[in-house]
């Protein structure tokens, strides 16, 4: 069985990392990181921290050099879905591709480019270190289901979930894994969000009363999108967030590590993507269409020469 990883930075690279550990699974990766690819392919794929393995990947930055894969494992930023699909969709002209991204939306473009899709959310953590090196930050599980617009077969859902877990993963197939999904995002439109207006790690913005009472509106919008849709979402996502406090306090959400770095952040996918989905179902978001609006106007301020010699 082939398989691509779309995207082998820190979310790809544990999917690789248990993936190259498996005999009959042939590995391939394709992501633009010049530097990245030739380390992995000269070096092999180093996992650090809670896991402690290297792995042989056939890393390309050019997908032309990538046979016909049966799966691909999507984990670009979501800024960048539609521009890794064009540039891969000849590898998976009869394969199924699975987005272990954060956010909503992702799905929907995949399956503009590949004739079956597996939509999925993701729980470990992890961070690139070095060119060829990540770090595995955090454990948990991944859940992945049939994408119903587009759906791959149940069978096929459960063959990836097997590879990856043979080699030490922790993914369970599903039949609708929606619900898994909108938790993790409703948290995400919170936490993320707030973190990145506040520049706080999330526990210690879950300590400033009128920050959290604002995650909690956050998450009613995203409650409220999710029934409108018929999605049962799997837990609270409030308590998640409180969950969240009490084991990683000091943990600075993935937008504000974007924020810190001034690197375009995925809220059109997480408070742009609840708003989008309140519009098609009649859901009143304002507070998540603004938010996603206030990111976007910080992530312009960044790009001064394109605004400072402006005039009315
Ligand atoms: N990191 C984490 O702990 C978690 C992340 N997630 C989600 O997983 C997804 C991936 O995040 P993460 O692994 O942190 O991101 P990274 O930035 O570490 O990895 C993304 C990789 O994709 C590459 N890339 C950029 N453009 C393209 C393209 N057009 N085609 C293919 N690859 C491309 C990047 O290269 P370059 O660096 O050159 O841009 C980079 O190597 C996100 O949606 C994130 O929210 C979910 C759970 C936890
Ligand atoms: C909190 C975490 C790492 C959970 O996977 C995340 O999704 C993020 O920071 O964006």
Redesign the pocket.
Known sequence: MKVCI???????SLFAGHLGRVDDVELWA????QE?VDAMNANGLRLTGLSDVVVKVNARTDPAEIPPCDFGII????M?TR??ME??RDIFADGAVCS????LGNEEIIAEYVPRVILGT???????TAPGVVNH?TGGQTKISPFPDKPASMEEVQRLADAVNRGGGDVVAMEDARGALWTKVIFNSASNAMGAMTRLPHGVACDQPGVRRVMSELVKEGVAVAEALGITLESDPDALIDYGREKAYQHPP?MLTDVLNQRPT?VD?LNGGVAQFGEQTGVPTPLNAAIRDIIKGLEYSWREDEWRHLKP
């Not at 394709?30 to 990181?33: K, Q, S, T, V």
């Not at 984990?75 to 979501?78: F, H, I, R, S, V």
């Not at 993701?122 to 690139?128: M, S, V």
């Open positions: 779309i995207g082998c930075g820190a979310i790809g394709y992501d633009p990181a990245h984990a670009a930023k979501t960048h521009a890794a540039a891969t272990v991204q954060n956010g993701t729980f470990p953590a992890g961070h690139i930050d993935s995925e996918a």
